[in-house]
Structure formats: C-alpha cells, structure tokens
C-alpha cells in the first residue's frame, strides 16, 4: 500500500521550528541536487543523519489510538491556533515578522480592492474587465475560502464560472500541445473562460445554466444518497454562436489556505510519489504536471489549480487577475483581460493603465502584495485529533485506500524562497499530482498534461470548517457534492477501490470516516 518504503531509507527528514520533520524525495527538478551511484536524484541539502531520519518520520502511522506528533499543527509553525469562527481561513501564518505582518495587511487590502470601469476618477483602481467574472479577488474567493454554484437561476454565480477551449484543429496545435508551448486552445471568440458580466456599454459573453439529475447510491446498512449529476450549458451568449466542439468545464473557487507551503514542498518529495505506468500494480497512477516556466522557458512543475497548471503561486495571481477581473500585471501584461481578436467592441474599450504608475493596470508591487497575501494565508490548527471516533476515522481513512492519494504529510524545503515556509511539518492531505477519476468526474477537457479525466489531488486541510467559513457543504470542482459523503462517493477511476471500500462501511466505521474529515 505504501509502495515507496523501500527508498524512504534513502531519504531524509529534517524538521526546524517546532521540531518536526520532512518527507524527501529521490528526483529533483533544480541543479540543487546530486545523483548517486544507482543514478538516483538525491536532494543536497541533506545530511546522512538527515536521510536515516526519514523513514520514521514519514511512514504511515500503525497507531490510531493516540495523535500523532505535532498533528493538531498541521500546517508547522504557520498554523493559526486562534478561535475558529467565519474568519478562520483569513489569518497571517503565525511565524510572520512584523513586516511579514504589515505586508499581509496591505496585500489583504488589495485582494478586497473593487476595481472599476475605464476612465474613472479613482484612476489607481482602473481597468476592470472590460469583460470579467468578479470586481475583486475577494468576490471569487469568499472569506478566502470555496466558492459556490449558484443556488437558484436568479442568483449570480460569482465564485464559479466555465472554462473554455477547443480541441487542437491541425499538426502545428498538436504539436504545440507536444511540446508543451500550449496548454489548450481557447474558444476563438470567448477565451479562455466565459466572462458573465462587463463594463458599461458593453455586453457579456453569456450565462452558465446548470441542470442536475439524480442517481442513488445505496451503502451497506441500507443508507441511500442522492448524487447530483449536472449538465452545463451556455445562454444569452452575447458574440455570436460558440464553436460547435467547444469544450466546457466548470470551476469553483478553491479555499486559499497554506498556498505558500504547497508551493514550499520540494518538487523531489511530489516526484517521488510518482508511478504513471503504475509499476506497482496498486491501481493508483498518479502523474506529475509539467508546464513551461513564462520566465525561463524551463519546466516547472504544476502545483495549483483543478489540474495543476500552474506552478507558482505569484503566476497563479496573475492569470486570475488578468483572467477573472480583467486586470492586467507585469506577470499577465494583458490590459483587455480575456478579450479576443473576434470581440471587437470589447478590444475598443479603455484600458486602466496610468503611465505614472506604471506600464500595466496593477503595477508592482501591487501583484507581489496579492501574492504574498495568498501565499500567507494560515491553516487553522485541526480539531478534535484525539477523539476517539476522529482516531478511528483516521484508521478508516488509511485502510481505505484514501490516503494513497491525499497523503497526509510532507515537509517543506529548506530552500523554499520564504523564510517562515522552511522546515516546516505539514498535514496537507495531497501528493499534489494527476489522477484519473472516472467518468463521473470527467469534464473531457484537457489541460496540458491532464486528460479530461484527470484532476489534481486537491489538499483537504481546513475541509472540514468549509460550513463555518463559507456557509455551505458543497465539494468537488463544480460543487455538484453537497456533503462530504457525496464527494467521496463521486470517486471512482483510480479512487474507484477506496470509494467502494467507503460504500462497504458499517454505519458506524462511515460516521467516523466522515468525522475525521470534518476534523481537518
């Protein structure tokens, strides 16, 4: 089940701040790493001693009656051990300088910040759209947390909206996708996403309409749930009629919890949990996302988004920027958002830039402060880790197969390029790769290297005060689960053994799987 035992006596495990200590991996994507005699890719930031501490420290636990160490911190000595209440995912990660602090607040400000149409008289918040998808990071991100679907027609579905792309139409696509200096195609006249609202005078490209059936599912003790299945379709399209082979995909804003430490994990540590051709044989294949590096030209590896592709948090910022608000940055230089050559009315419209403020509508340091609020936002301590229905969840929880994907632990590189995210234990609930997961999850859309059955492993850290932040019970990319149970029972592919494994329970092992959880 843990198919890796065998080179984790090779690896290493160094733990700073609280005492805690790091999963290590055997390749590494930067110079900073050395081969050995086998033709392996060690890390060089570690000692011998280092490397014989690994195997204990990063080894699934065989003990469920008791927590583990330094669990209740799982995210290191970031975790925000303050009150839980609404504002629980909106916390500075707790080893921040007083800098750090002051950088957090600023960068707060500008992720609330509501931008406005061109010309206006608050010329520094210039630029919005012209088409968009919110006026502010903070309206997709609500308290920094999971967006929504919408909860009836009438209701704007602000922190969900539709991707769009069409597949490759000759060779050179094909092979631009080969070589990776293409993720997707967009559609031609619509970009890369449906943009449901725009400036004055101008209009929007159209309205995601959302029909659901429903399935049941029956599990042992004669339990029945309804899953909802839903179909997404596109009204009152604003530029015309869409490309018939248009591919639409539906996205939910993700929580924005521990993003620096995801970001803070050494490529080696995600690699080495690799096994595309599953070697193995243990059904579960995850793979690495490769995507090009705008700066350097270099690979990089994809770590952020439904399908890992994106690899920095920084890049991550900007295409949202440019892509959700229409907001332009050194990063995403893109003044019209996402604009196409087809939307002639939309490319007339002003731009926000103000040439005394710099070359793009969101100039530095306005980017580097979003960022570094992304980047800072804590993840709450768990909850309840020594009750004794959450222990046994836990025991569920890793017999069931569920921890093969959401591993449950790594630690950060020292070299990660923030100070407070080095040599820190954390408890994110991701190996952060590819996986197939069915049918029933497939949007058929690919991104990269993500077939249109393929997510990313997404963390589960803070799942469990989704109710409490946000209101609301809804899981998965769309938000078609609305409960936990549901998400797990919309598994299936690689997750299709573990899924099962859940739907086989007894009532009683289930509830404390679901506990558990909700203990994250």
Not at 115 to 140: E, F, H, I, K, M
Not at 426 to 438: E, Q, R, S
Request: aromatic share 8%.
């Amino acid at each position: 089940m843990w198919r890796r035992i065998v080179d984790l006596r090779e690896w290493t495990f160094l733990f700073f701040g609280i005492g805690c200590l790091s999963v290590i991996a055997i390749l590494v994507l930067t110079g900073k790493s050395h081969a050995t005699a086998e033709g392996r890719v060690l890390r060089d930031d570690l000692t011998p001693a280092d490397l014989q501490r690994v195997t204990n420290v990063t080894a699934p636990t065989a003990d469920f009656s008791q927590p583990e160490r330094f669990e209740r911190r799982q995210a290191g000595a970031t975790t925000f051990m303050g009150a839980v209440n609404a504002n629980a995912f909106s916390n500075p990660s707790a080893n921040l300088s007083f800098e750090g602090e002051q950088n957090f607040r600023l960068g707060n400000g500008l992720f609330k910040k509501l931008w406005v149409s061109s010309p206006s008289s608050t010329q520094a918040s210039d630029g919005l759209g012209p088409l968009y998808n919110a006026r502010s990071c903070q309206r997709c991100h609500l308290k920094d947390g999971r967006g929504h679907p919408p909860a009836h027609a009438e209701d704007s579905a602000v922190s969900m909206f539709l991707r769009l792309s069409v597949p490759p139409r000759n060779e050179e696509q094909r092979a631009a996708l080969k070589n990776r200096t293409a993720m997707l195609f967009p559609e031609p006249t619509y970009g890369g996403q449906l943009q449901d609202f725009a400036v004055p005078g101008l209009t929007a490209e159209g309205r995601m309409v959302i029909a659901y059936t429903e399935e049941t599912v029956t599990l042992k003790g004669g339990e029945t749930v309804n899953l909802r299945k839903p179909v997404y379709t596109v009204a009152d399209l604003g530029f015309g009629p869409m490309a018939e082979d248009v591919m639409l995909s539906p996205r939910v804003a993700p929580p924005m919890i521990g993003l620096g430490l995801l970001e803070a994990i050494h490529p080696a540590d995600i690699l080495a949990l690799a096994d595309p051709e599953d070697t193995d044989g243990d059904g579960i294949s995850g793979k690495p996302s490769w995507v090009l590096d705008p700066d350097t030209g270099a690979l990089a590896l994809g770590r952020f988004g439904w399908k890992a592709s994106t690899p920095t948090v920084l890049q991550q910022s900007a295409d949202a920027f440019a892509g959700d608000i229409g907001i332009s940055s050194p990063k995403a230089p893109r003044h019209w958002g996402d604009c196409t050559d087809r939307q002639s009315a939309c490319l007339e419209k002003p731009s926000g830039v103000q040439a005394r403020l710099g070359r793009t509508e969101a100039p530095p340091p306005v980017l580097d402060l979003v960022t570094f609020y992304s980047g800072n936002l804590a993840v709450p301590a768990r909850r309840n880790v020594d009750d004794r229905d959450v222990l046994h969840g836990k025991r569920i929880f890793h017999e069931s197969g569920c921890a093969l994907c959401h591993r449950p632990k790594f630690v950060t590189s020292r070299n990660a390029e923030q100070p407070e995210h080095r040599f820190q234990l954390i408890w994110p609930y991701t190996d952060l790769l590819l996986h197939d997961m069915g049918e029933g999850l497939a949007d058929n859309r690919p991104v990269g290297d993500a077939t249109g059955r393929e997510w990313r492993t997404p963390p589960l850290w803070g799942i469990g005060l989704t109710e409490t932040v946000n209101g609301h019970t809804f899981f998965l990319h769309d938000g078609r689960a609305r409960s936990l149970l549901e998400a797990v029972l919309w598994h299936g592919g690689e997750a299709q053994a573990a899924r099962d494994a859940v739907v086989s329970l007894d009532p009683v092992d289930r509830a404390a799987l679901i506990r558990f959880l909700e203990s994250l």
